[in-house]
């Protein structure tokens, strides 16, 4: 494995000709700028609860490791197989997080993979920060908002009738707006159980607020980090095609999706984890799924495979050698 490489410096670029000027896609930037000021409600003190903070740490891992684990690895880099009614199960917690339905979701990141930081990569900071970071969703691009580029890109996915029906419907918003109301829900019952009606409304607030809006805020960012801070910060394991950083605090917020550098240079692999310290969460969850019997097929890194694949040649040498000996 080489050294760890000195960031490179590239030019800025320009907006994808592909951009529409003025075209806002607004069935992205309403629910982006709605759920944020919804979020802004926990500064209010009403809303506050020690639960609904609690429901909103593990909620950002919980539902954050359906984009991470299913959305990235299992369906866009098929780096390992689960059972279907798994498989959709992490898709319906995916979809609590309102990052668009799964076939979008792949298409677009594969999208990304092949023109990782070249003019037509539609979430590149090489053109700016926050237009990697947020921007780019909210206005239309013409060769990434298409049925034709989500059929090149992610035909696989689409073939499965049970996501085909989520691009065809809007269950997968409703299935946003159903777990929120089973959060206010639940919170209101055990409230008015224990307080009365004002402490019931006070306590599904707090619950709906912490747990559902500013925790949706908090995956949003921690997911669009990984476009936005490891194409501009940190250090390279690999030479790639383009600016992709191991970022140690990305890697953190997002238990391993920040060692960037070492997926572009091996996007299929199901660990990120190439040095010691590049500590992958995701990857020992995918391996304790493959203990439990729940997944298999598992992609080791490149290194591995090709270790791997030595052994198997020198293996057949030694075979064919005692073979003419014999």
Same mark, same amino acid.
């Given at each position: 494995m080489s050294q760890p490489l000195a960031p490179t410096a590239r030019p800025r670029l320009a907006l994808p000709d592909s951009i529409v000027p003025g075209q806002i896609r607004w069935v992205?930037?309403?629910?982006i700028v709605g759920i944020h000021l919804l979020a802004l409600m926990a500064l209010v003190p009403w809303f506050f609860s020690w639960t609904g903070l609690i429901l909103m740490l593990v909620g950002v891992h919980f539902y954050g490791q359906a984009i991470n684990l299913c959305y990235?690895?299992?369906l866009t880099h098929r780096s390992a197989k689960v059972p279907k009614w798994l498989e959709r199960t992490f898709v319906v917690i995916a979809l609590c997080c309102m990052e668009d339905t799964p076939g979008k979701w792949v298409a677009m990141h594969r999208y990304h993979h092949k023109h990782s930081d070249h003019e037509s990569d539609p979430h590149t900071?090489?053109? &700016?920060?926050?237009?990697?970071?947020?921007?780019? #969703? @909210? !206005?239309?691009?013409?060769?990434?908002?298409?049925?034709?580029?989500?059929?090149?890109?992610?035909?696989?996915v689409l073939r499965d009738r049970f996501y085909m029906n989520l691009e065809k419907s809007h269950a997968w918003v409703l299935i946003y707006v159903a777990h929120a109301v089973l959060y206010f829900l639940v919170g209101f019952a055990i409230g008015a159980?224990?307080?009365?009606? &004002?402490?019931?409304?006070?306590?599904?607030?707090? #619950? @709906? !607020?912490w747990g559902v809006f500013l925790r949706t805020v908090v995956v949003w960012h921690i997911t669009w980090s990984v476009n936005s801070l490891t194409h501009l910060f940190g250090y390279s394991n690999y030479e790639t095609d383009d600016c992709s950083r191991n970022n140690w605090f990305v890697a953190l917020l997002t238990v391993g999706e920040g060692w960037h550098n070492n997926h572009h240079h091996d996007p299929v692999s199901a660990s990120n984890q190439h040095r010691w310290w590049e500590i992958d969460v995701t990857y020992y969850q995918i391996k304790l799924l493959?203990?439990?019997?729940?997944?298999?097929?598992?992609?080791?890194?490149?290194?591995?495979?090709?270790?791997?694949?030595?052994?198997?040649?020198?293996?057949?040498?030694?075979?064919?050698h005692d073979a003419t000996q014999g």
């Open positions: 992205y930037a309403v629910p990235h690895r299992l900071p090489m053109v &700016a920060f926050l237009w990697a970071h947020v921007g780019w #969703l @909210l !206005v239309r691009n013409r060769s990434t908002h298409t049925l034709e580029s989500y059929s090149k890109y992610a035909p696989d159980a224990s307080g009365g009606l &004002a402490v019931g409304l006070q306590f599904g607030a707090s #619950l @709906l !607020v493959e203990r439990l019997g729940l997944a298999w097929d598992v992609v080791p890194p490149k290194h591995v495979r090709d270790r791997r694949r030595r052994q198997v040649k020198e293996q057949a040498r030694s075979d064919r």
